[in-house]
């Protein structure tokens, strides 16, 4: 698929491309992120914490694709949420991504240390204002967690990103955002893998004559203000991974995935670090 045949998304006034790439556990990236962006991806999503922002730093140079065509997004690790260490790990992430500013900066996790709520909602606006960032929003908060630092953050958040994929239940969360206008990112959107032996999905892929997880990620899309952010260091799965506006799920396939999650189905849930989850 071509980059500008990717659908966008918008809200609260950022807008972004409905499919990203995600880039952890891939270390130095570089070639990858250049052969995602060859393949299409606009929208890359990075954190302090992967140890991937110099290499997507490279890949964008390498690729020869223009950064003001890039939606790029970086996050600020937990143990960096008081004002002064945000904007330290502000200014390393950009060093590493060779660029002024980020399209998205998140705060990856919500403190652990007691740090006030609104001196990290406090950093985050400033680095906006310093025009470091075009858009802010934070990641791994619940429901509640949101509410507040949405009441606190002097500049308009605009997403939220979390686990999703069809073994884990999103629907409180989701209707959260829907109702206050915060677009999706789901990471984690093929689970990591784990669904690739799912009975379910191979069936309705097969009917569709689609993959697994095309199907996993359409699923995901369809849902209207969700992006999701697969990972692949394999050019075909990049690709196969874009190709999801093709076609669509039925309201019974859509409620047949809706079905499969689980009880157990969430990946990411550090002890002593997540929050009570919605
Ligand atoms: N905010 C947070 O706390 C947080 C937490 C976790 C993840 N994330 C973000 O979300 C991104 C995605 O999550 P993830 O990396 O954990 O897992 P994921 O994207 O759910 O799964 C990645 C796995 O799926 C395979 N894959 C990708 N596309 C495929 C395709 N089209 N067909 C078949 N297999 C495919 C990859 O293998 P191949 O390499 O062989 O294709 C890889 O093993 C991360 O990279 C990161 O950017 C954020």
């Known amino acids: ?10 809200s609260r006034g950022v807008k972004m491309p409905a499919v990203g790439f ?10 990858i992120v250049a052969s995602a962006l060859k393949v299409g991806y606009r929208h890359i999503d990075t954190a302090w914490k992967y140890g991937s922002e110099q290499g997507v730093g ?8 223009p950064r003001k065509d890039i939606f790029l997004v970086t996050k600020v690790s937990h143990e960096y949420l008081k004002e002064d260490a945000f904007a330290k790990s502000v200014e390393e992430s950009l060093e590493r991504l060779q660029t002024d500013y980020v399209d998205l900066l998140l ?11 609104a001196e990290t909602m406090g950093a985050l606006a400033k680095a906006r204002r310093e025009g470091k960032t075009r858009h802010v929003g934070v990641a791994n908060f619940n429901i509640a967690l949101t509410e507040e630092a949405m009441k606190l953050c002097p500049e308009p958040l605009s997403v939220l990103q979390a686990e999703y994929h069809p073994y884990l239940d999103q629907t409180k969360l989701l209707a959260y955002c829907r109702k206050v206008g915060l677009l999706f990112m789901a990471y984690c959107p093929l689970g990591r893998g784990r669904l690739f032996n ?35 260091s ?3 799965h990049m690709a196969e991974s874009l190709e999801v506006f093709d076609f669509t799920l039925t309201e019974d396939e859509m409620k047949r995935i809706h079905e ?19």
């Open 234 to 236: 394999n050019p075909r």
């Open 22 to 31: 995600g880039t952890s556990q891939l270390g130095d990236c570089a070639e």
């Open 1 to 10: 698929m071509t980059a500008a045949a990717i659908p966008t998304l918008s």
């Open 107 to 117: 705060v990856h996790w919500p403190a652990i240390d007691g740090t006030p709520l």
């Open 58 to 65: 490279d890949g964008i140079k390498r690729s020869g694709v």
């Open 198 to 232: 799912d009975p379910v999905l191979a069936e309705i892929a097969q009917a569709k004559g689609k993959t697994l997880a095309q199907v996993a990620l359409r699923w995901l899309v369809q849902q209207g203000n969700v992006a999701p952010i697969p990972r692949s």
């Open 260 to 278: 499969l999650a689980r009880p157990d189905g969430r990946i990411a849930d550090p002890k002593g670090r997540a929050p009570k989850w919605d």
